[in-house]
């Protein structure tokens, strides 16, 4: 890949993230801001201890849940998923998918 497309791509994917950022606040700004009435060293504390659950202790529910999939495959088994989870895991799959859309698309 060269110099110029890997710049293109980087490029690419700041964009990104900039427009789910924007979302992201819009979105949050819309449900009342909950947040906002904690001083600066609270709200440090709550995103700090977000990122571990979500970066430390969900990698380990990841790790258990790649591996239960991966026993119910070779097991062969089929196991009906309940419409309430069915529904929440469609509607995070629809969250994903248009924020990552192309703008034409929306």
């Known amino acids: 890949m060269s110099k110029a497309s890997r710049n293109r791509e980087l490029k690419e994917v700041e964009i990104m993230l900039a427009d789910e950022d924007i979302a992201n606040e819009a979105d949050y700004r819309s449900r009342g801001r909950r947040l906002e009435p904690l ?15 979500e970066f430390l202790e969900v990698a380990k ?3 258990e849940g790649n591996d ?3 026993e119910i495959a070779l097991r062969h088994l089929a196991i009906h998923i309940p419409n309430d ?8 799959a629809d969250r994903i998918l248009s924020r990552n859309a192309p703008k034409s698309m929306h």
């Open 61 to 63: 529910h990841r790790i």
């Open 68 to 70: 239960i999939a991966a």
């Open 85 to 92: 989870i069915v529904q929440a895991m469609q509607a995070e």
């Open 39 to 53: 001083s600066d060293q609270d709200l440090e504390q709550r995103w700090l201890a977000y990122l571990r659950r």
